[in-house]
């Protein structure tokens, strides 16, 4: 269903990514931004699983400024290896090169982005100061605490676990203040990473309403963005 392919971002840096398109006219497009660990195995099959609800889908591979291809697993090793890849974050570049995948989507429709992690404050900075966007949903986004005083031009949903180690409700309740404009969404006894069904953390009752939460973000902010342009 998918495919690997090369992005372009505006200052020239080619970057890998990864495509998954549906069998039939798209409804819309959907970047999909990477944990720490790479465009690897889980996040194509996130990307597949949009494809397969009619999305045509794009993941950038976001750390091939620093490694090309970098994948990784979710052994305590590779996660420490992972977490030097964002001890100092290039947040512009990142966002860059975000903004050529949201460009390779155009023709499909409406695009909207999705992340997960890190991906999940990409997902947000996306909203607050790129265009082309119709709609944004953040999975456990770490840093979104830092820049949430940061207007979303578009609808924005977020996900967060009670549990996550990572992320204390108190930067969810944060974040709650500053953005009573997001759909903000707490699951109980999920942990950081509970979508991913590769990692000890997953949560599958969380990570199947969040998912349903996400494709009705979608599917309502493409209607909305049909009605404002017919």
């Excluded at 494809?51 to 996660?79: M, N, T």
């Excluded at 570049?93 to 991906?119: H, N, P, Q, W, Y």
């Excluded at 830092?146 to 969810?172: N, W, Y």
Aim: glycine share 10%; proline share 4%.
């Amino acid at each position: 269903m998918g495919r690997s392919l090369d992005l372009i971002a505006s200052d020239g840096h080619r970057l890998g990514a990864y495509r998954s398109d549906p069998g039939a006219t798209p409804l819309g497009g959907v970047v999909v931004v990477q944990e720490i660990f790479g465009v690897n195995h889980h996040i194509r099959s996130v990307c597949d699983r949009f494809a397969a609800e009619g999305y045509a889908a794009v993941a950038p591979a976001l750390f091939d400024r620093q490694v090309r291809d970098f994948q990784s697993g979710y052994s305590p090793e590779e996660i420490e290896k992972a977490r030097k890849f964002v001890a100092n974050p290039d947040w512009d570049a990142m966002l860059r090169d975000t903004a050529a995948a949201i460009a390779e989507l155009k023709g499909t429709g409406s695009v909207s982005i999705v992340g997960f992690c890190m991906g999940g404050t990409i997902a947000f900075l996306s909203a607050a100061r790129l265009g082309g966007l119709t709609a944004a949903v953040c999975y456990y986004g770490g840093r979104i605490v830092a820049f949430a005083d940061e207007k979303p031009r578009c609808p924005t949903q977020m996900h967060f676990g009670d549990k996550d180690q990572s992320i204390p409700l108190s930067d969810v309740e944060t974040i709650r203040q500053k953005r009573p404009d997001c759909d903000i969404h707490v699951y109980q006894d999920a942990g950081h990473g509970f979508h991913c069904d590769e990692r000890g953390s997953y949560h599958e009752p969380s990570s199947r309403v969040a998912w349903q939460r996400t494709l009705a973000w979608l599917k309502q902010a493409r209607e909305q963005a049909m009605r404002k342009a017919g």
